[in-house]
């Protein structure tokens, strides 16, 4: 396997080793695998903790700081993380003011996710849940039952985590969370198959030439699978899909996000397509974020999520955040 890591049973603890020399404001529990802001908890404020397989970075590890997440629960590549983890994160990070789980819709994460809420309000902290099922391609696929939590979980962590950051108590913060979930939707695009160090080899096959459309970040099969298409192409179809879906009436955030293989130039000439068909839509973008954030390993591809953005949602998403991958107005 030609991967920068020593065995793939180690890949997970030596990345968390690396992230607690890299980020000292961050307490980094590589045995539990469980990350965490270095000041929390935060006085009378609520706390918002996800999770999922790693092998999404910088999701979810990369978004812990003022701002966003209070911890976040890695699990091994591309499988959810335990109860036990989460239950650990909560308390840890618990003021008092209550937990808020934020939970990608995959089967795993949803069960595992559960039962941890069922065991940290045993021993007495409050917890709140906000589901994120923002992919417009399937209905049900290989992890879930519904839609499936990518892009979104971005915005969702970000809002809401500044709702937080701000004193909300937790049903505000629940309620906004919430409101971006339901407000946002996302499509993506594979232009090859990701592949996971315990495997050594492509999760699925596609053939030199084909790209496929609509799959999830675990490297799930999409709707439909075509010819190669270009950027312009990848962008009519993929925002058309989620315009018929959303149909905002005000304007948008716009995240084009990379898998994890696929360089800025391409993905910000991917993005001026984006806002081309947005345009012609008469669609209005309120802001823009370009980058890998929401990833599938080494898969080449991009993904589209827009949320269709009121005032306050605006306001939440422009306050300052200081994490490992995001951070602005600080």
């Known amino acids: 396997m030609r991967m920068l890591i020593n ?8 990345a968390l080793r690396g992230i607690a020399a ?3 404001e961050l307490n980094v529990d590589v045995e539990n695998r469980v990350v965490v802001r270095r000041d929390a908890p935060m006085a009378g404020k ?5 999770g999922g397989g790693s092998g999404h ?20 590549v591309f499988t959810s993380p335990v109860p036990d983890q989460m239950v650990r994160a909560a308390a840890a990070v618990d003021s008092g003011a209550g937990v808020l789980f934020v939970v990608k819709n995959y089967t795993g994460d949803v069960l595992n996710f559960e039962m941890a809420a069922e065991l940290a309000e045993d021993e007495g902290v409050l917890i709140a849940k906000v589901l994120v099922d923002d ?10 039952a519904g839609r499936r939590g990518t892009g979104a979980t971005l915005f969702v962590e970000k809002i809401a985590g500044a709702a937080a950051e701000e004193g909300a108590p937790l049903a505000r913060v629940e309620a906004i969370g919430r409101r971006v979930n339901e407000r946002s939707r996302s499509f993506g695009v594979a232009l090859s198959a990701c592949t996971t160090p315990a495997k050594g080899s492509p999760t699925f096959d596609l053939p030199e030439g084909e790209l496929e459309l609509g799959i999830g970040i675990h490297g799930e099969p999409g709707r439909e699978r075509r010819p190669m298409m270009t950027s312009r192409e990848i962008a009519d179809y993929a925002v058309d899909v989620v315009l018929e879906d959303l149909r905002p ?8 996000n990379g898998m ?5 130039l391409e993905l910000y000439g991917f993005n001026a397509e984006v806002q081309r068909v ?4 008469g669609v209005a973008v309120a802001r823009t974020l370009v980058g890998n954030y929401v990833t599938s390993l080494d898969m080449a591809g991009c993904s589209v999520t827009l949320c269709e953005a009121d005032e306050e949602l605006l306001r939440l998403w422009d306050a300052p955040v200081q994490t490992a991958a995001l951070r602005w107005g600080r």
């Open 7 to 14: 065995v793939p049973e180690t890949v997970v603890a030596d």
């Open 22 to 24: 890299a980020h000292p």
């Open 46 to 50: 609520v706390a918002l903790v996800s």
């Open 57 to 76: 970075e910088p999701l979810h590890a990369g978004f812990v700081g003022p701002g966003m997440l209070a911890a976040a629960c890695p699990g091994e």
């Open 135 to 144: 992919d417009v391609a399937v209905t049900d696929s290989l992890y879930t």
């Open 249 to 256: 009436k005000g304007p948008v955030l716009a995240l084009v």
């Open 260 to 264: 994890g293989a696929t360089p800025l």
């Open 278 to 281: 947005l345009g012609e839509r």
